[in-house]
């Protein structure tokens, strides 16, 4: 008998090769909501896809996805969370950084009402060990100014580490295409609808697994786009959803896994 899952989670990758068993290992050892683990790679070549399929075959709640939107972590996000079939999706990174056991609480948050539940780094509780000075020095100031001033319902609206709604996230669209602002951009949607966002607090360790791509002076205008979009006036879905260009079908069978290439 086939269980439903009740939270999709997804984790883009890129050349990760064996590092991804141990991610893995840890994601389906502390999950105990019914899941599925979304492994989403942008190149059938890719050195994770092996290691993860190596998994998948003990453990039928993994599997590799290939995505078709594009290069990058942002297109990973959104066709992983468009291949979802949970109606919760939650994005965390192959790297170790995030604690996979707070998955179950924050697919909770989403199921209880928020539309997205943040994993906060700067709540009281939480914690950020490591990671660049500025880096860090300029997410905090971000996620603290959002939550005085925009009242934003988190103080960590730029960790990657957080639960959607997935039916929120498909009726606003996800615009970005450059790297990891999808958690500021969707927060940042929620707000000027008004709707739920909640957190609990983490503690964030710096990349445990491999190395980090996070590049910030390349991501910094994306960044920043979404950080001034979440002060205004209130804007309804369909406002919202007009700011978006034309819209990429979903693939079309997300229970099958995605070895077609985007060239058909």
Same mark, same amino acid.
């Given at each position: 008998?086939?269980?439903?899952?009740?939270?999709?989670?997804?984790?883009?990758?890129?050349?990760?090769?064996?590092?991804?068993?141990?991610?893995?290992?840890?994601?389906?050892?502390?999950?105990?909501?019914?899941?599925?683990?979304?492994?989403?790679?942008?190149?059938?070549?890719?050195?994770?896809?092996?290691?993860?399929?190596?998994?998948?075959?003990?453990?039928?709640?993994?599997?590799?996805?290939?995505?078709?939107?594009?290069?990058?972590?942002?297109?990973?996000?959104?066709?992983?969370?468009?291949?979802?079939?949970?109606?919760?999706?939650?994005?965390?990174?192959?790297?170790?950084?995030?604690?996979?056991?707070?998955?179950?609480?924050?697919?909770?948050?989403?199921?209880?009402?928020?539309?997205?539940?943040?994993?906060?780094?700067?709540?009281?509780?939480?914690?950020?060990?490591?990671?660049?000075?500025?880096?860090?020095?300029?997410?905090?100031?971000? @996620? =603290?100014? %959002?939550?005085?001033?925009?009242?934003?319902?988190? $103080?960590?609206?730029?960790?990657?580490?957080? &639960?959607?709604? +997935?039916?929120?996230?498909?009726?606003?669209?996800?615009?970005?295409?450059?790297?990891?602002?999808?958690?500021?951009?969707?927060?940042?949607?929620?707000?000027?609808?008004?709707?739920?966002?909640?957190?609990?607090?983490?503690?964030?360790?710096?990349?445990?697994?491999?190395?980090?791509?996070?590049?910030?002076?390349?991501?910094?205008?994306?960044?920043?786009?979404?950080?001034?979009?979440?002060? @205004? =006036?209130? %804007?309804?879905?369909?406002?919202?959803?007009?700011? $978006?260009?034309?819209?990429?079908?979903?693939? &079309?069978?997300? +229970?099958?896994?995605?070895?077609?290439?985007?060239?058909?």
């Amino acid at each position: 008998m086939t269980i439903t899952p009740r939270v999709s989670v997804v984790i883009p990758v890129y050349n990760e090769g064996e590092s991804i068993v141990r991610c893995l290992d840890r994601i389906l050892r502390e999950v105990l909501l019914p899941a599925e683990v979304l492994v989403v790679h942008d190149m059938p070549e890719d050195t994770t896809v092996p290691y993860a399929r190596e998994v998948a075959r003990t453990d039928p709640r993994v599997r590799t996805v290939l995505n078709t939107y594009g290069r990058g972590p942002a297109n990973a996000i959104r066709f992983g969370i468009d291949s979802a079939t949970a109606p919760v999706a939650v994005v965390t990174m192959a790297d170790g950084s995030d604690d996979p056991r707070q998955i179950d609480d924050l697919a909770r948050l989403v199921d209880r009402g928020v539309v997205v539940a943040a994993a906060s780094r700067y709540m009281p509780g939480g914690q950020q060990v490591g990671g660049p000075r500025f880096k860090r020095m300029m997410s905090r100031w971000a @996620g =603290r100014t %959002l939550h005085w001033f925009a009242r934003v319902g988190t $103080r960590d609206a730029t960790n990657s580490f957080k &639960a959607y709604d +997935t039916g929120f996230v498909r009726t606003v669209g996800i615009e970005s295409r450059t790297g990891f602002e999808i958690g500021l951009e969707l927060t940042a949607k929620a707000n000027r609808m008004r709707l739920p966002v909640a957190e609990i607090p983490t503690i964030w360790l710096d990349r445990q697994l491999g190395e980090s791509r996070f590049d910030l002076g390349r991501f910094m205008p994306s960044y920043l786009k979404w950080y001034f979009f979440a002060y @205004g =006036r209130r %804007l309804t879905a369909e406002q919202i959803a007009a700011r $978006r260009g034309p819209v990429i079908p979903a693939p &079309a069978d997300p +229970t099958l896994e995605k070895e077609n290439s985007a060239s058909g």
